[in-house]
C-alpha cells in the first residue's frame, strides 16, 4: 500500500507516535506517552498496529527491579522486628517470650531477631534471660544496613537490580529469604520508525479523519464534509475465541440426536452399581474372570447395598444361574450367593443399563433404547485404553428381529458417525448373547483396524427372568474410538485433554 493510503489509514494516536520519532533513534513508550499527553497503554497499541504496518520496529530489552513485597512495606512504616527487640531488652533483662509479648512480636519474629543480634554481639544470655551487651546498646542509636536499606526502598519504591551496592545486595538477599522484598523482571519496549514510516510520516497532514460513524455525525451532517480514515481490509487482525462446546462433548452430542432420530429412548442408572446388575443379569456367573480385580472397580465402603426391593428379579436370575430356570438351559450349575450380588462396584459396562431397562415395568416392545454411559475399567493406560471411558449402549426389541438387523444397524450407524465404510464382523463370544460378534473400523492413520463394539442378541437367560418374550438385539460401541476414527486421533487421552490451544483449535 503507498505511503498516503498508509498514512490515511492511520488512527489518531498512531499519527501522534508516528510524528515525534526519529530515524535510528529508539524511544521509550513511557517517554512517548509523558510527552504526547496520552496514556502508556494508548501508546503500547498504538505502537503495535505501526508495528503491525512495518512502520516502526520494536526492540525490547529486559531488566529486573529489587521491591519490597507488603509486609516488606508494612515493616518500613512500622520498624523491623528485630528493632523492637533490642528497644524492648535495653529496658531490662528479660525472658523471650516476656520480650514477644512486650514488643508485640510472633513467635517466628523473636526466634529471628533473637539470631539477628546474637550474630552482631549485641545481646547475651544468662539464666535464660537475654541482656544487651555494649555493642547492642550502640545500635539503638544507629541504623543498620537492613534497616537503611528498607527506608530507601520503601521511599523510591523500586531499585534497578545493576545499580544496587553489595552492602545493597547482601541486604536484599537478606530480606528476599524472610520474604519482605523481591526481584521483578521488567520489559522496556523502544520504538524506532522505519524507512516506510518516514515516507507515511512525511504524507500524515493534520487532517482530523472520522474512524467511526456514529448517530452524532450523522444527525450533525459532519459526514458530508469530513474526511474518514482508511481501513485496510487485507490487515492481520487477532483472531478471537468465542465459547464453544468441547469437540468431544459436542460429538456425544450428535450421537444422542442421531440415535434419537432413529426412534430410540435415552436410558439412565448409576455409576455406582450392584454385582447384580452389572453382572448377574447379564447371565455372568458369579465367578466369571471378568469380576477379578483387573476388569472391575469394588467400592470399599459401603461394600453392599440393600437389594431387597428386586427380590423377585434376583430369585428369577438366581434360578437361571443355578439350573437354567424356564430357559432350557442348564444354567451355570453353581450355588448362586445373594450376598455376592448386593456387592457394589463402579460400573464397567454400559450393559447394565441395558438389564436394568429390561426390569423396567415401562419397556415398550416393539422399542429401541440407548444410553452413553461413563464406564471404569481397571487398564493400563496408553494410547488407547483409559480407566475411564464412555460406552454408547442400545437394545432393540422386537418380535422377528434376527442378526441380519443387527448389522444393517449398526452398519448404517457406525458409516454415519464415522464416515468410513470400513467395517468389517467377526464371530466373538460374550456371556450375555448368543451369537455374538465384534466389529473393527480401519483407522485411517494408525494405519490398522480399530476395535469398536461388541454385539449380539440377549440370550433367553438374560431376557425371560424379566418376562421379555421377544427377541432383543444389544449392542456396546466403544464411542471414544469412533470420535477418534472420524477425528484422525492417534492418543484416546486428547479426548480429555486441557491443552488450551488444542481446545481453541478444535473444529466442531
Not at 126 to 148: A, F, M, R, S, V
Not at 385 to 401: D, K, R
Not at 414 to 436: A, N
Request: glycine share 6%; aromatic share 10%.
Amino acid at each position: 500500500m503507498e505511503a498516503r493510503k498508509l498514512a490515511e489509514s492511520l488512527q489518531e494516536a498512531e499519527a501522534l507516535v508516528l510524528k515525534v520519532l526519529r530515524p535510528q533513534h529508539g524511544r521509550k513508550i513511557e517517554e512517548l506517552a509523558k510527552e504526547l499527553k496520552l496514556a502508556t497503554e494508548a501508546v503500547a497499541r498504538a505502537s503495535l498496529w505501526l508495528q503491525n504496518k512495518q512502520l516502526v520496529s520494536v526492540i525490547e530489552h529486559k531488566h529486573f527491579s529489587i521491591c519490597l513485597e507488603e509486609l516488606g512495606n508494612s515493616y518500613a512504616l512500622k520498624g523491623l522486628p528485630e528493632r523492637k527487640f533490642l528497644q524492648t531488652i535495653s529496658k531490662r533483662p528479660m525472658f523471650p517470650d516476656e520480650i514477644a509479648k512486650e514488643a508485640s512480636l510472633d513467635k517466628q519474629e523473636t526466634m529471628f531477631s533473637l539470631g539477628f543480634w546474637k550474630k552482631k554481639s549485641a545481646i547475651s544470655m544468662e539464666d535464660g534471660k537475654i541482656y544487651i551487651t555494649d555493642n547492642g546498646k550502640e545500635y539503638l542509636n544507629k541504623l543498620t544496613l537492613e534497616e537503611q536499606f528498607i527506608k530507601s526502598l520503601h521511599f523510591v519504591g523500586e531499585i534497578k537490580a545493576e545499580d544496587m551496592s553489595a552492602e545493597d545486595t547482601a541486604a536484599f538477599q537478606e530480606f528476599q529469604k524472610r520474604g519482605l522484598a523481591k526481584k521483578v523482571e521488567k520489559k522496556i519496549r523502544e520504538l524506532t520508525i522505519t524507512p516506510l514510516g518516514v515516507s507515511v510520516a512525511a504524507a500524515t497532514d493534520a487532517t482530523s479523519r472520522i474512524g467511526q460513524l456514529t448517530p452524532a455525525v450523522l444527525k450533525t451532517g459532519q459526514w458530508k464534509t469530513a474526511a474518514f480514515r482508511r481501513f485496510d481490509i487485507t490487515a492481520p487482525v487477532p483472531k478471537l475465541w468465542p465459547g464453544k462446546k468441547q469437540q468431544y462433548k459436542a460429538f456425544l452430542d450428535e450421537v444422542k440426536e442421531e440415535l434419537v432420530a432413529l426412534g430410540f429412548e435415552e436410558m439412565s442408572g448409576p455409576i455406582v452399581e450392584t454385582s447384580f446388575w452389572n453382572n448377574d443379569a447379564l447371565y455372568m456367573p458369579q465367578d466369571h474372570p471378568a469380576r477379578g480385580i483387573h476388569d472391575i472397580y469394588f467400592v470399599k465402603e459401603p461394600k453392599y447395598a440393600n437389594l431387597k426391593k428386586y427380590d423377585k428379579f434376583i430369585k428369577a436370575v438366581a434360578k437361571v444361574h443355578q439350573n437354567g430356570g424356564t430357559t432350557g438351559s442348564t444354567g451355570w450349575q453353581y450355588d448362586y450367593d445373594e450376598k455376592e450380588a448386593s456387592r457394589l462396584v463402579l460400573r464397567s459396562q454400559g450393559t447394565a443399563l441395558s438389564a436394568r431397562m429390561l426390569a423396567n415395568p415401562d419397556i415398550k416392545v416393539p422399542g429401541a433404547y440407548f444410553s452413553i454411559a461413563r464406564v471404569y475399567r481397571p487398564d493400563k493406560l496408553d494410547s488407547t485404553h483409559l480407566i475411564e471411558f464412555n460406552h454408547c449402549e442400545g437394545i432393540v426389541l422386537n418380535e422377528g428381529l434376527s442378526l441380519r438387523h443387527l448389522i444393517g444397524l449398526l452398519t448404517d450407524f457406525t458409516k454415519k458417525i464415522t464416515g468410513s465404510d470400513k467395517l468389517r464382523f467377526r464371530p466373538h463370544y460374550f456371556p450375555f448373547t448368543e451369537p455374538s460378534i465384534e466389529a473393527d473400523i480401519w483407522h485411517p492413520v494408525l494405519k490398522r483396524w480399530t476395535e469398536a463394539f461388541g454385539a449380539g442378541i440377549l440370550r433367553p437367560e438374560v431376557t425371560q427372568p424379566f418376562g421379555i418374550k421377544v427377541p432383543v438385539l444389544a449392542w456396546g460401541i466403544g464411542i471414544d474410538r469412533l470420535f477418534m476414527i472420524r477425528n484422525s486421533i492417534t492418543d484416546i487421552r486428547q479426548l480429555f485433554s486441557q491443552d488450551i490451544e488444542y481446545l481453541r483449535e478444535a473444529k466442531l
